[in-house]
């Protein structure tokens, strides 16, 4: 049914589009029906879950449809960014097709409804799932670790992880906390806040897919110093414009979708090195099969996510994948995706 509306909905502008896929998801009528695969069943923080496909962040912004998004068959849901006071975002056109390039460029800039509010949209509708919240801080934030620290307070409560978001592109200087001695200092105020607060909660940290590889072993012992159990590699990009087609690409904002494909991979894979399964990984950009998906893999890491993959394809992706995936594994002789994590 997708290919045949998509040129319909395509007619809209993308955001609108988004709002629409929203609220037909709030209606809670989901009418696919989701294959699992032995092959495909993880671990992922000691809950068994059905296969390691994610929704990244980004999609669900304001904690209102990832039950919707589970029966889609997301065997986890990562909302937000949410910050500590509502805001709106950057001013509107803000999101961007490139459709011969299967990819978006946005520059939305954290628009959401705020920490408090998010977090009585997830006590009032529980997760059926695993639940990853995205966290950052607002623009005109004097005290940016503050902001994190407020956030953690008000959410931490709500989910199965936090990730904290030191990777968009679209709040002015916030990737200045891939800078070691930066993100060491936002590290262990969370890590001090989760003591003080004796929560369990897992804290996962968001990177750029811009960095320079010279820099990744020191940002990743960093992490690792710090107890950090989950990376997510990578957010959008700032940069990878060359190669693209549509008069979209000189749209200011992060580029998500398959041309960051590569880019995302071998920064998994310097990353696995680094980490040496101490830290799982969960790779972004550009899955929007079960090749891609696999590739992902292969590179180190243990789970995927999309978002972009969804517009283009629809919202029977993760069967889509999980299909493919499978289908490619039982060729290989793989009894379980956890076998192939890194093998490239």
Known sequence: MFEKIK?????FDPESAHDLAIKALKTKLVP???KDYDTLRVKFLDKEISNPIGMAAGF???AEVYNSLFKLGFAFVEVGTITPEPQFGNPKPRVFRLEEDEALINRLGFNNVGSIKAANNINNDPPSGLLGINIGPNKDSKNRIGDYLKCFKNLSNSGDYITINISSPN???LRSFHNPKELEELLNALNEEKIKQSSNIKIAVKIAPD?????L???GNTLLNNNIEIVIISNTSDGTRDNLKNINKFEKGGLSGK???QKSNLVIKEFYKIFKNKIKIIGVGGVDSGKSAYEKFISGASYIQLYTGMVYQGPNIVNKISEELNGILSSDGVKNIEEIVGSN
């Open 211 to 215: 960095l320079k590889l010279k820099d």
């Open 7 to 11: 040129s319909l909905i395509f007619k």
């Open 171 to 173: 709040t002015e200087n």
């Open 32 to 34: 696919i029906k989701v």
């Open 259 to 261: 041309p960051i494909e």
């Open 217 to 219: 072993d020191i940002i």
């Open 60 to 62: 669900d912004k304001n």
